[in-house]
């Protein structure tokens, strides 16, 4: 089983900007695509972005599009998340996951908290 962990997150005046960060460890071998959901208070998680291991392909939320950039560096097995020009309704606890390149056992991380003030 493979956990993540997350850092990054924050408190931020609206267009600034945070780089949210996720560890993987123990069968990062067995890691294939890496990406990031949210949730807001009272609403459900939603997708963020992802990437794929070779880092190839790449998918936004349209919600997210032109202002967030995925990235990853297999090396030091971690996923990034650098936000920009961030909006209050960015506010949300970002988590982490990681799915297999075998299997359908999907991974998350403990979630890092983010707070876009006005």
């Known amino acids: 089983q493979v956990q993540l962990v997350e850092s990054g997150g924050g408190l931020v005046q609206a267009g600034g900007s945070l780089r949210l960060s996720c560890i993987a460890s123990?069968?990062?071998?067995?890691?294939?695509?890496m990406g990031w959901f949210r949730q807001a208070p009272g609403k459900e998680r939603e997708f963020a972005a992802s990437i794929s291991r070779s880092g190839s392909d790449i998918y936004y939320s349209d919600s997210v599009k032109g202002r967030f950039t995925i990235s990853r560096d297999n090396v030091k097995n971690t996923v990034y998340l650098q936000m920009n020009s961030l909006k209050p309704e960015d506010t949300a606890t970002y988590y982490c996951?990681?799915?297999?390149?075998?299997?359908?056992?999907?991974?998350w991380g403990q979630g890092t908290q983010v707070t876009v003030a006005l």
């Open positions: 123990g069968g990062t071998y067995r890691i294939g695509d």
């Open positions: 996951y990681a799915d297999p390149r075998l299997g359908a056992q999907r991974s």
